[in-house]
T-cell receptor, first 112, second 113 residues
Framework: DTGVSQDPRHKITKRGQNVTFRCDPI?????LYWYRQTLGQGPEFLTY????????KSRLLSDRFSAERPKGSFSTLEIQRTEQGDSAMYLC??????????FGNGTRLTVT | QKEVEQNSGPLSVPEGAIASLNCTYS??????FFWYRQYSGKSPELIMF????GDKEDGRFTAQLNKASQYVSLLIRDSQPSDSATYLC?????????????FGTGTRLQVTL
């Protein structure tokens, strides 16, 4: 158990709908990362936070995607106007100083 | 050229044998190297990380790093059916354990009875 919780585990939505995912790291995780993994591929970096500050965003993170980490604790990832190409596993990972990246269980999104 | 390359497999080894998983990377600035195991439908689980040239052993797992050849490998001794999974290689350019990782596509390992 990495201590990183993600909710929901699975989400099925219709194209055009908005979805929001939540990630709860442990208190020691001052850094929080979002990755996306499609079938047959490795995880791809989306964005990361150090405490509440969003320090880097991938060009994969289009304008339809937004992430927040208010108060430096839990984080949310919202996708607006979902497209079928958004179907993937969305992975959250937390880490503290000197520790490697540990992933949560992920949220599997299916856009129909 | 992909930043991190792995043979997709499947790599099939008999139970009890040594499985050798390989990974090459393109950025000479890469400083930290990680192996994750991923079971079907699950999230990646960290197995090992290595920073320095040479070998690092942890139980049945050995990570090997050769920065001059830009090559990192994972050996699994006494392979068990429970080792059957996809193994992801990841690299970190900036050094240190916690930073943005670039992953390969993974190698699927099958351990046969």
């Amino acid at each position: 158990d990495t201590g990183v919780s993600q909710d929901p585990r699975h989400k099925i939505t219709k194209r055009g709908q908005n979805v929001t995912f939540r990630c709860d790291p442990i208190s020691e995780h001052n850094r929080l990362y979002w990755y996306r993994q499609t079938l047959g591929q490795g995880p791809e970096f989306l964005t990361y936070f150090q405490n509440e500050a969003q320090l880097e965003k991938s060009r994969l993170l289009s304008d339809r995607f937004s992430a927040e980490r208010p108060k430096g604790s839990f984080s949310t990832l919202e996708i607006q106007r979902t497209e079928q190409g958004d179907s993937a596993m969305y992975l959250c990972a937390g880490t503290g100083y000197g520790s490697p990246l540990h992933f949560g269980n992920g949220t599997r999104l299916t856009v129909t | 050229q992909k930043e991190v390359e792995q043979n997709s497999g499947p790599l099939s080894v008999p139970e009890g044998a040594i499985a050798s998983l390989n990974c090459t990377y393109s950025d000479r600035g890469s400083q930290s190297f990680f192996w994750y195991r991923q079971y079907s439908g699950k999230s990646p689980e960290l197995i090992m990380f290595i920073y320095s040239n040479g070998d690092k052993e942890d139980g049945r797992f050995t990570a090997q790093l050769n920065k001059a050849s830009q090559y990192v490998s994972l050996l699994i001794r006494d392979s068990q059916p429970s080792d059957s999974a996809t193994y992801l290689c990841a690299v970190n350019r900036r050094g240190g354990t916690a930073s943005k990782l670039t992953f390969g596509t993974g190698t699927r390992l099958q351990v046969t009875l």
